[in-house]
């Protein structure tokens, strides 16, 4: 016979074996015993999670011949029948490839004749997202009213693409991410069932590489076995996942914290020569420094360490390095992380932050150390220039010095124009309509629109993520942005932007970007002069002036 992999020889045949997802099992399982089952089912969660195994562990338990049971039998011929596919009546669809109308006006035109073989017929159609529009309108009314020998089980990873009209007439039943110490154990059973030597280590690693997919672990572990020679050790798995060793995560996190950026980028530069995903390797580096964070705040939560064990190097590492220093590490990392997923050059980024975590005044301190003599002579002979030029001044009649400084006003006031030219008019109409229900309505809403545009637009994202609403009303919304220029680059994405924030909160607003390190001013003034009658806002002329030239050019003079 030929050979089958891992995960289907050991595919789970009873609700025992579905492992990580007893809140399922168990309400599955009392359903069946008590005759109480539903005629909908919708199963979502991570692939590799059970999604489809446990349906057809339903088909078989409802179907078994000593049905009621908590478990299907997997002797008599409805469950060996369910099991090699040769009974009819347990249809099992792949949407993906029959995502048509036509395809689901077939089940619907079947799915009145009575199950042959055994009491009940299910359809189990895996990745149901996938089918179109109209066969969900088609599915709708046979999932209302379906007849009573006949039940659906749709399966999916991602059950935000299902329209609510059919989840509303399923029960749903969401899949969790397996556990690593379910996921050890489970793998522990097996490899000691197929006389398979791996050590523990080994097992930790194939377990976090899973990311909660007990199927996908299997498959790590099927690849490991035809990897190694003879007992699998941790080398073997991270060569086979392109993961990294401990040590080498050591000696760089160690490298970082004790400012050697030569040591650092060469580990690094290393690690991509021998074909590691610098993807992977962030987030291995990431999992650590997690692990060295739980481990030096409390010693005693070792035993809920994922990516670490703790050695001698680890704990050495634990007490050299700050809690502070971990935390800022790991938001650099976890912003690299991110920035990575748009470039072709992951290794740029990752330089980058190893450079800002090893130390962000380096550049600083390299710069003075570089300057030579002669660039030290040049400066000495400014300095002393402008020491004369300054006895010189002090020398002048007051008069000139008065010119000089009024000579000097423009070039301060062409350097005020270079920045972002704050609305302010706009600002105003837009707090003397504020509303504190409207403000709250864009925050509750803030998370998903930079999601939503995230999606859509990445550089527009950029622009707006270091940002948060400051007031709104029903007709504007004054965002205050962290860094100025943005204020600039916003104006580029204006209409995205906008149309985005509009999708999530169905109604337009328009945005007025400002500067967060003027906001509090721009309100404190706001608020003084609100009950103050201006005479200026009150003069046509002055208010035609203020929208060709702006506040900041326009002085008012009674």
């Not at 200026?536 to 008012?556: N, S, T, W």
Request: hydrophobic share 40%.
């Amino acid at each position: 016979m030929a050979y089958q992999a891992l995960y289907r020889v050991w595919r789970p045949r009873t609700f025992a074996d579905l492992v990580g997802q007893s809140h399922i099992t168990r309400t599955l399982q009392n359903a069946i015993e008590q005759g109480k089952f539903s005629h909908a089912y919708l199963f979502s969660g991570p692939r590799g999670t059970g999604k489809t195994s446990a349906a057809k562990i339903f088909a078989q338990a409802i179907n078994c011949e000593a049905a009621p049971t908590r478990e299907p039998c997997n002797q008599c011929a409805a469950c060996r029948g369910i099991l090699d596919g040769s009974i009819s009546d347990v249809i099992e669809i792949d949407a993906a490839s029959n995502t048509s109308v036509d395809h689901i006006r077939e089940i619907r035109d079947k799915v009145k004749y009575a199950s042959s073989v055994v009491p009940y017929k299910v359809y189990i159609i895996d990745e149901v997202h996938m089918i179109s529009v109209n066969a969900f309108n088609a599915l709708l009314k046979t999932l209302e009213e379906p007849p009573k020998h006949v039940v659906f089980i749709l399966a999916t990873t991602e059950p935000h693409k299902i329209p609510v009209t059919i989840m509303s007439r399923c029960q749903r039943f969401d899949f969790k991410p397996v556990g690593n110490k379910v996921m050890i154990e489970r793998m522990k059973h097996i490899t000691s069932e197929e006389n398979i030597k791996i050590t523990d280590a080994a097992l930790e690693v194939i377990a976090l590489a899973a990311e909660g997919g007990m199927r996908d672990a299997l498959s790590i572990l099927d690849q490991t076995i035809s990897y190694a020679e003879t007992e699998i050790d941790i080398e073997d798995v991270l060569a086979v996942t392109g993961g990294v060793s401990q040590q080498i995560l050591t000696d760089i996190v160690e490298a970082m914290h004790q400012q050697d950026v030569k040591t650092a980028l060469h580990l690094l530069d290393e690690l991509i020569q021998n074909g590691k995903d610098p993807g992977r390797f962030v987030y291995d580096l990431i999992y650590f420094l997690r692990d060295l964070l739980l481990y030096k705040s409390a010693p005693s939560l070792e035993n809920m360490l994922e990516r670490a064990r703790v050695d001698t190097a680890f704990e050495k590492l634990a007490t050299s390095v700050s809690i502070n220093w971990i935390q800022q590490a790991m938001m650099q990392l976890n912003q690299c992380q991110q920035e990575i997923k748009w470039t072709n050059s992951p290794k740029v980024f990752i330089e980058i932050a190893i450079l800002s975590i090893t130390n962000p005044y380096k550049e600083v301190q390299g710069e003075t150390a570089s300057v030579d003599s002669d660039a030290m002579a040049k400066l000495t002979n400014r300095l002393a220039g402008l020491e004369k030029e300054l006895t010189v001044l002090r020398q002048a009649p007051v008069a000139e010095a008065n010119a000089k400084g009024e000579a000097s006003r423009p070039t301060r006031k062409m350097a005020k124009a270079n920045r972002f030219k704050i609305p302010y008019e706009q600002i105003r109409m837009i707090l003397n309509e504020a509303e504190k229900a409207a403000l709250q309505e864009v925050n509750t809403k803030w998370v998903s629109f930079l999601s939503q545009l995230k999606a859509i637009n990445a550089p527009a994202h950029a622009t707006i993520q270091d940002s948060k609403p400051a007031a709104a009303s029903e007709r504007g919304l004054v965002v205050a942005f962290r860094y100025e220029i943005h204020c600039s680059l916003f104006v580029d994405n204006r209409e995205v932007i906008e149309s985005t924030l509009e999708n999530a909160l169905g109604k337009r607003l328009s945005i007025v970007p400002i500067p967060a390190k003027d906001w509090p001013e721009v309100r404190k003034d706001y608020l003084a002069n609100q009950d103050t009658p201006k005479q200026e806002e009150q003069d046509p002329l002055v208010e035609e002036a203020r929208k060709l030239f702006g506040d900041e050019l326009i002085e008012v003079n009674d």
